[in-house]
T-cell receptor, first 113, second 113 residues
Framework: SAVISQKPSRDICQRGTSLTIQCQVD?????MFWYRQQPGQSLTLIAT?????????ESGFVIDKFPISRPNLTFSTLTVSNMSPEDSSIYLC??????????FGPGTRLLVL | DAKTTQPPSMDCAEGRAANLPCNHS???????VYWYRQIHSQGPQYIIH???NNETNEMASLIITEDRKSSTLILPHATLRDTAVYYC??????????????FGKGTLLTVNP
């Protein structure tokens, strides 16, 4: 399985600001995914990020709020823009292995005040 | 993707087998059954997956009924560290948006000493 790291592991931010979360994987992967887990809830897919193309967003998520970059096959970023307390969540990236199984990073815990 | 139904919670004694059921009565012929677990807000951990046949790895066994409408994840000798939320997810085979995972509420397994 892939080794996935995320930065930062946690942060406390003020409303109205933006935070960029980084996801690094130790091998080249074609597909990366970003999920959100709100307090007490299950995971919800935000978008799929393929290298060399724009991210594909799920219903209810828009690029202006959650811009994503995928500059190469081992790295992606998710920005949470113009944050409000409702954005307080765990944000997780995952990658699709060559065996077509998704593996998840440790998550970024975000608290917006 | 087919919807899955899991009990919200289960208890198991340490050292005993934990059998976690999952119903997926609307599963299609090309859909796989995946199991993940999430230990206290960490990133989900992949456990096992299968299509038709029973599967076993170093973590668990997956038993899929002949009609594929239900499955059981078996942890043969549960330990306290197996306390987690277990997610049963049905995912289509290869190609495009088929790779995304739809998480339900899962089953909270509590292993008691």
């Amino acid at each position: 399985s892939a080794v996935i790291s995320q930065k930062p592991s946690r942060d406390i931010c003020q409303r109205g600001t933006s935070l960029t979360i980084q996801c690094q994987v130790d091998s080249q992967v074609t597909m990366m995914f970003w999920y959100r887990q709100q307090p007490g809830q299950s995971l919800t897919l935000i978008a799929t990020a393929n290298q060399g193309s724009e991210a594909t967003y799920e219903s209810g998520f828009v690029i202006d709020k959650f811009p994503i970059s995928r500059p190469n096959l081992t790295f992606s970023t998710l920005t949470v823009s113009n944050m409000s307390p409702e954005d307080s969540s765990i944000y997780l990236c995952s990658v699709l292995s060559p065996g077509e199984t998704q593996y998840f990073g440790p998550g970024t815990r975000l608290l917006v005040l | 993707d087919a919807k899955t139904t899991q009990p919200p919670s289960m208890d198991c004694a340490e050292g005993r087998a934990a059998n976690l059921p999952c119903n997926h009565s609307t599963i299609s012929g090309n859909e796989y059954v995946y199991w993940y677990r999430q230990i206290h807000s960490q990133g989900p951990q992949y456990i096992i997956h299968g299509l038709k046949n029973n599967e076993t790895n170093e973590m668990a066994s997956l038993i899929i009924t002949e009609d594929r409408k239900s499955s059981t994840l078996i942890l043969p000798h549960a330990t306290l560290r197996d306390t987690a939320v277990y997610y049963c997810i049905v995912r289509a085979g290869s190609g495009g948006s088929n790779y995304k995972l739809t998480f339900g509420k899962g089953t909270l397994l509590t292993v008691n000493p």
